[in-house]
């Protein structure tokens, strides 16, 4: 299921995640959001110093389709994923990789650690107040280290959908 924003159910937290039902299970609409998702976890970040608008709704709903795990917030200028890690160490060492691959990517995200050992990772381009390509390359970099089982197993689990 994909999240996004939806008037209709009761109000939430403006950082939390709302969720709509659509037919993901499709086999020919899995198989399309895992293509984009894996093009774009190859995709590297073009540096962004504003100047550009920021992605259109239409361009967002569209993107944010091949990311299950991915909320898009209430104001939709963040798209964000929690991850519930099995201690706070497994925790730190999560935002540690994260940390890595965004360094790398000169795209870096808002992190929160609450309750001691739930993260919630918030991708958003600052200088264009909104969202970019950048931001979807990055959350399909994210999915795809979580997706490795070495990391995975031994770090953190998906969490349930709300």
Known sequence: MARVNDRSSPRRRSNEPQTIK???????????????????????????????????????????????????SEDGKSIQRKINC??????IEQIREIASIAE?????????????RYLQVEWTTHAIGGLSENDFVMAAK?????????????HCRKPSHD
């Open 22 to 72: 659509t037919d993901m299970n499709e086999p020919a609409n899995k198989a399309a959001n895992h293509l984009a998702k894996s093009n774009l976890a190859k995709s590297k970040c073009v540096p962004c110093e504003g100047g550009v608008p920021p992605l259109d709704r239409p361009s967002i709903d569209t993107m944010i389709q091949s990311f299950s795990h991915w909320g898009l």
């Open 86 to 91: 099995k201690t706070f160490a497994k925790a």
């Open 104 to 116: 790398s990517q000169q795209h870096h995200p808002n992190l929160h650690l609450t309750g001691y």
């Open 142 to 154: 994210i999915d795809q280290l979580l997706d490795d089982t070495s990391v995975h197993g031994k």
